[in-house]
Nanobody
């Protein structure tokens, strides 16, 4: 079992950059495929970006390609989401999640472990 804690959210303006962090305790994040999801008010939780276990290959939802970057720091046991050129549509609670497969999983139900979420609000 792995415990996940997100941080780094806040209120920013459109066009700004933001870095979200997902820190893990008890287990190494390199043993998991880790993803960021987001959920806007009244909307379903949706996949944003993921990084595969072991090899660390990233994969993204189309709307964030070229703007967001996911990476993993094994020494700090932390996965980051770098958000550049943010837009008001990026406003949501962002969640970190982990699962043990070796596939580019993007569905909420495929993830076993979740953090508590961090709020990102982008003003226009």
């Amino acid at each position: 079992q792995v415990q996940l804690t997100e941080s780094g959210g806040g209120l920013v303006q459109a066009g700004d950059s933001l870095r979200l962090s997902c820190a893990a305790s008890t287990r190494s994040l390199s043993d998991y495929t880790v993803a960021w999801f987001r959920q806007a008010p009244g909307m379903e939780r949706e996949f944003v970006a993921g990084i595969m276990r072991n090899i660390g290959s990233p994969y993204y939802e189309d709307s964030v390609k070229g703007r967001f970057t996911i990476s993993r720091d094994n020494a700090k046991n932390t996965v980051y989401l770098y958000m550049n050129n943010v837009k008001p549509d990026d406003t949501a609670v962002y969640y970190c999640a982990a699962e043990t497969s070796v596939y580019e999983t993007q569905r909420v139900w495929e993830y076993d472990y979740w953090g508590q979420g961090t709020q990102v609000t982008v003003s226009s």
